[in-house]
């Protein structure tokens, strides 16, 4: 039986690079295909160039509500008159098949996710400057100047929750980050009890007929 995978979460500002961070981290560091990012449902409408089933679960909001009711759902939020939703089912079994899972969602469902998955890592993504986020916002050209500012008010009250999470990255240049976030994901594989776990008939075979003399002393 494959050892448990674990759960991160990933939060940051519209326009902070979180999407092309994570989309850096699936195609450059998953060699070993252990690594799946959750996708959401939402009510909002697809944009040009996302598909069905890999960008979202597109859904409708009365197919969304019907959701909740059913608890599908291990968080769920509205955010701009929409909603936003993680299956529940979905990450489970991914990570009972050993692989690490990434959830991208805001400082809201986070808090949600930890209260029912203690054992998960957080992540929260800055940009270097109010600016250089509102920068990046405008050269998207995706939104008029309204909701920019929107978007720039919300930005402040996420960047306020960093101190909720396990570790804070710098999206100042994207490699960087990128070697950053691949490095926390590394470590956490790395920890005593994951490697045990993962290779405990390894562990038992190295160690297979020693005897600690400390403990045969204590004894």
Request: proline fraction near 3%.
């Amino acid at each position: 039986m494959s050892a448990k995978g674990t759960l991160y979460i990933l939060s940051a500002p519209s326009g902070g690079g979180k999407s092309s961070l994570i989309a850096g981290l699936l195609e450059r560091f998953n060699l070993d295909d252990k690594l799946r990012l959750s996708i959401s449902h939402t009510t909002r409408d697809m944009r040009p160039g996302e598909v069905d089933g890999q960008s979202y679960f597109f859904v409708n909001e009365e197919e969304f509500k019907a959701l909740i009711e059913r608890g599908a759902f291990l968080e769920y939020a509205q955010v701009f008159d929409r909603y936003y939703g993680t299956s529940r089912e979905v990450v489970q079994q991914w990570l009972d098949e050993g692989r690490d899972v990434l959830l991208d969602i805001d400082w809201q469902g986070a808090r949600n996710i930890r209260a029912q998955m203690p054992g998960c890592v957080s992540i929260f993504i800055v940009p270097p400057s109010l600016e250089e986020l509102r920068h990046r916002l405008e050269k998207r050209q995706r939104d008029t100047p309204e909701v920019i500012d929107q978007r720039m008010e919300l930005a402040k009250r996420e960047i306020s929750h960093y101190r909720e999470y396990d570790y804070v990255v710098v999206n100042d240049k994207y490699d960087n980050a990128l070697v950053q976030l691949r490095g926390i994901i590394l470590a956490r594989r790395c920890l005593l009890e994951k490697q045990e776990e993962a290779r405990h008939e390894l562990f038992e075979n190295l160690l297979a007929g020693y005897i600690d003399p400390e403990s045969s002393t204590e004894a």
